[in-house]
């Protein structure tokens, strides 16, 4: 089955700066990359997600990359802000099944 | 419009205890899914359904039932709680208009002693 695999584990950044995001998924037939955010208590909530057949995705500082061929995708947050600072979730879909990373815990330090 | 409401919040069994977690929601959705979420290991999927009267299994379904009778109810049933079981627990739904977008619940908090 589908494997996704999530780096860094954390990551802490100072406000203003960039933080990336990176995920491996293993099945090429997945054709949906969305990612999630959890905030403390809370279930996670979609902040951007991204098709098989789309290179890259920006929502405002919030950006999306897929390159098929290597399978690997990433989140590209701008200009971050301490409410920025929460867990996110990356995921592969794969038919019915939506298969989430291990999580990256960012914090942002004013 | 209450979206995904799970209950209850928080629930200490004893191992061999029975119980069940209950979620529903209120968007018409046909596809819904139970998710577990332990610390280094993301959210793992439990069962999920795609219609009232169909479910499947996701990676993690031993140790739990689940039923879909209606459209609205999506219950998660542990037969015998065991601690390997101890975990938050989310109920999720997705359906039109913007179908593949999941929408969580606020997971149900389980200890098993």
């Known amino acids: 089955g589908e494997n996704v695999e999530q780096h860094p584990s954390t990551l802490s950044v100072q406000e203003g700066d960039s933080a990336v995001i990176k995920c491996t998924y293993s099945?090429?037939?997945?054709?949906?990359f969305p990612w999630y955010k959890q905030e403390l208590g809370k279930g996670p909530q979609l902040i951007i997600d991204i098709r098989s057949n789309v290179g890259e995705k920006k929502d405002q500082r919030i950006a999306v990359t897929l390159n098929k061929t290597a399978k690997h995708f990433s989140l590209h947050i701008t200009e971050t802000q301490p409410e920025d600072s929460a867990v996110y979730f990356c995921a592969a879909s794969i038919w019915d099944k939506l298969v989430f990373g291990a999580g990256t815990i960012l914090r942002v330090k004013s | 419009n209450a979206g995904v409401t799970q209950t209850p919040k928080f629930q200490v069994l004893k191992t061999g205890q029975s119980m069940t977690l209950q979620c529903a929601q209120d968007m018409n959705h046909e596809y819904m899914s139970w998710y577990r979420q332990d610390p280094g290991m993301g959210l793992r999927l439990i069962h999920y359904s795609v219609g009232a009267g169909i479910t499947d299994q996701g990676e993690v379904p031993n140790g739990y039932n689940v039923s879909r009778s209606t459209t609205e109810d999506f219950p998660l049933r542990l037969l015998s709680a065991a601690p390997s079981q101890t975990s938050v627990y989310f109920c999720a739904s997705r359906g039109p208009p913007t179908n593949e977008k999941l929408f969580f619940g606020s997971g149900t908090q389980l200890s098993v002693l």
């Open positions: 099945d090429s037939a997945s054709n949906y």
